[in-house]
């Protein structure tokens, strides 16, 4: 099974950036769906933004036109880099990835948006 380790979350104003990585420990994005979601307190998780084996991306209503995912196939690395934070997309934000027959997450990573 393959392990997967997130980063990049953190503290930061209303309108600023983060990016955040997603490592995986063997090559799996070129042939796996991925994407990335996120739990606020009392919330139940949500669908952030995904991206096909293909490279083909798709986003929620909420984060559309703010983030953007990406892969580096090379490093093994799924990335979702968000501008024009707000303080609703606070949360832990987790990785995942479906090859078809088995779906892993990662243990997420908190971003905390103050306004």
């Known amino acids: 099974q393959v392990q997967l380790v997130e980063s990049g979350g953190g503290l930061v104003q209303a309108g600023g950036s983060l990016r955040l990585s997603c490592a995986a420990s063997?090559?799996?994005?070129?042939?796996?769906?991925a994407g990335w979601h996120r739990q606020a307190p009392g919330k139940q998780r949500e669908w952030v933004a995904g991206i096909t084996s293909v490279g083909s991306t798709n986003y929620a209503d909420s984060v559309k036109g703010r983030f953007t995912i990406s892969r580096d196939n090379a490093k093994n690395t799924l990335y979702l880099e968000m501008n024009g934070l707000k303080p609703e997309d606070t949360g832990v934000y987790f990785c995942k990835v479906d090859n078809g027959l088995r779906v892993s997450w990662g243990q997420g990573t908190q971003v905390t948006v103050s306004a």
């Open positions: 063997r090559s799996i994005f070129s042939i796996s769906a």
